[in-house]
């Protein structure tokens, strides 16, 4: 079991908006940033946004971050093919004094 | 261009032990915090360890805690992971992933490398 709760799976048609959501608690996300990754089987994660909702040179803006209290969220917007993938939320825990990540999202674009 | 190459997987015995490389290239090594992440087949990334720029500050899941030591040698930019007690469990690929300055995430990756724990 996850620290980080994410939903297992998400969809959506080419063009639409996706949320993905990522539910903590007050030692890791109500109190350190949320980064998220985007990876793909077989190749290695990438970061997608970092610090709740900062891009890295080169993500397209059609991804975007957010984080209220003890939980973030990730969306995609002008869903495209490539962005079939798995996503995951991390942050720091104050308690474990260590990273933990979400469980992941599969996202597929249908 | 940043370059992480993970190396030292492979199939181990329960019980045995394996020492994992990453060696890096790219960037100022001695500079940044390090990690090792896992997957296990079908799971999600779970966190390993990670070290400070100095070897200062060193962190371990509590998974491994105990188990498993995380070293660098910056005059070689390398990072290590030594496994030693090694489980059915730990039957994962291992990435070694480079830390943006706190409180950034892991901006670099490698490709990982396989750690398989079988009799």
């Known amino acids: 079991q996850s620290v980080l709760t994410q939903p297992p799976s998400a969809s959506g048609t080419p063009g639409q908006r996706v949320a993905i959501s990522c539910s903590g608690s007050s030692s890791n996300i109500g109190s350190n940033p949320v980064n998220w990754y985007q990876h793909l089987p077989g190749t290695a994660p990438k970061l997608l946004i970092y610090i709740n909702n900062q891009r890295p040179s080169g993500v397209p803006d059609r991804f975007s971050g957010s984080k209220s209290g003890t939980s973030a969220s990730l969306a995609v917007s002008g869903l495209q093919s490539e962005d079939e993938a798995d996503y995951y939320c991390a942050a720091w825990d104050d308690s474990l004094n260590g990273w933990v990540f979400g469980g992941g999202t599969k996202l597929t674009v249908l | 261009e940043v370059q992480l190459v993970e190396s030292g997987g492979g199939l181990v015995k329960p019980g045995g032990s394996l020492r994992l490389s990453c060696a890096a290239s790219?960037?100022?090594?001695?500079?940044?915090?390090m990690n090792w992440v896992r997957q296990a087949p079908g799971k999600g990334l779970e966190w390993v360890s990670s070290i400070s720029s100095s070897s200062s500050h060193i962190y371990y899941a509590d998974s491994v805690k105990g188990r498993f030591t995380i070293s660098r040698d910056n005059a070689e930019n390398s990072l290590y992971l030594q496994m030693n007690s090694l489980r059915a469990e730990d039957t994962a690929v291992y990435y070694c992933?480079?830390?943006?300055?706190?409180?950034?995430?892991?901006?670099?990756w490698g490709q990982g490398t396989l750690v398989t724990v079988s009799s």
């Open positions: 992933a480079k830390a943006e300055q706190w409180p950034g995430g892991f901006d670099y």
């Open positions: 790219g960037f100022t090594f001695s500079s940044y915090s």
